[in-house]
Structures are given as structure tokens and as C-alpha cells.
């Protein structure tokens, strides 16, 4: 086969490969569920093909969209149905913050007593790991959209650390105990008296 022969071939073969209007349409909405980033990268390539209408870039702009959209997608509902490493990365952000508390207290007791804006009952959780810490105040904070309290400890040593208490309402299902290290940031979570427990401390 000549080498003109052979590139005669080839164009008939990207032609017969060229994807309709309806099936690029069709790989777009599939890629809707797509983190936003990915979606605006699969726009941008779907629009290129349909400036650059030949069967050769087509048929490689399919296979690109196939390959920006189905992996990632994957990668991105593992972590959105992982609520507990999403509130501890948020745990972690905020506790680097550092931010000075709204309320000074060394109890649970006044700190419930002064945050009426929490829509649960503010508890001092049994389970904490670290038994000999210190309250030294609070203030709000939201934790996955809904309202929290940020409570601020400290040890014997003076370390802080930062204690996130928040609702279980419309939050999936949580396992008891689970542990994240988040940027240098220890998070423990756990589930306690139906609310939602995280403490965040330097891993130093």
C-alpha cells in the first residue's frame, strides 16, 4: 500500500469515527456530574470541536472527554460521599485559622448557657481523647453548612487545641470513631449523645 493510498485510508477511517452532534451532546450531560472544574474543561473541548469540525479532531476530542470526565468524576464522588474526611478537612482549615474566641469561658456549662444561637444542646463529650484539657472559650463556626461550636482547649503544657461540636441532622451515616491527618493537623471525629464531635491539634 503506497503512502498516499495509506493516508486516503486513514481519512476514511477518522470519517467513519466522527461522532454525531447528538452524541457529543450526549457525552456533555454525562459529564455534568463532574466536579465544576471538570465540566467547564469538557465545555471548552466540546465547543473546539465544533469550531474545528474534522473527523480527526473529533474523534480525538471524544476520547479526551471520555478521559477527563469518568476518572475524575470517580475521584470526586469517593471524597463527596465521605463526609466525615470533609468535615475534617474543614476542622483542619479552621483550626490553622486560630482565630480569638467570641466567648471566654472554662466550662461547658456558661458556654451553653451563652450560645443560644447552637441548635443543640452543647455537651461536654465523654469521649474526648485527651482528658486533661482545659476550656478556655469558644465562638461559632459552621462545619459543612451547619452552624457549630469551636471550642478552644488547651493542655498542661499550653498546646492548643480546638473542639468542634455540631449537629448529626442531615448528615449520612458516621462511624463511631475515625482519625485524619490533614495538612500537619490531627483530627480525631466521633459520634456522641447524636451530635458530631472533631479535635483538631498540631501533629508536632
Not at 100 to 105: C, G, K, P, T
Not at 112 to 126: E, G, I, N, Y
Not at 149 to 172: C, F, M, N, V, W
Request: glycine share 4%; hydrophobic share 40%.
Amino acid at each position: 500500500m503506497t503512502n498516499r493510498r495509506l493516508d486516503d485510508h486513514l481519512k476514511e477511517y477518522y470519517a467513519r469515527q466522527q461522532l454525531r452532534p447528538e452524541k457529543l451532546d450526549q457525552l456533555i450531560a454525562q459529564a455534568t456530574t463532574a466536579p465544576p472544574i471538570q465540566k467547564s474543561l469538557v465545555r471548552n473541548l466540546i465547543a473546539s470541536t465544533r469550531r474545528r469540525a474534522t473527523p480527526q479532531f473529533a474523534a480525538v476530542a471524544a476520547l479526551l472527554v471520555i478521559l477527563i470526565s469518568l476518572p475524575l468524576t470517580r475521584w470526586y464522588y469517593a471524597e463527596e460521599g465521605n463526609w466525615p474526611l470533609r468535615a475534617a478537612k474543614e476542622i483542619a482549615l479552621n483550626h490553622k485559622k486560630q482565630l480569638s474566641a467570641e466567648f471566654i469561658a472554662t466550662d461547658y456549662a456558661t458556654l451553653r448557657a451563652r450560645m443560644s444561637k447552637l441548635d443543640f444542646v452543647l455537651t461536654a463529650p465523654q469521649q474526648l481523647p485527651n482528658t486533661q484539657l482545659s476550656v478556655v472559650g469558644a465562638r461559632y463556626c459552621s462545619i459543612q453548612g451547619h452552624l457549630a461550636a469551636q471550642i478552644k482547649l488547651e493542655d498542661s503544657q499550653g498546646k492548643h487545641y480546638t473542639l468542634y461540636e455540631r449537629s448529626l441532622i442531615d448528615t449520612p451515616t458516621l462511624p463511631n470513631q475515625s482519625e485524619y491527618m490533614v495538612d500537619g493537623i490531627r483530627v480525631q471525629a466521633w459520634r456522641e449523645a447524636g451530635l458530631f464531635f472533631g479535635l483538631a491539634s498540631s501533629s508536632d
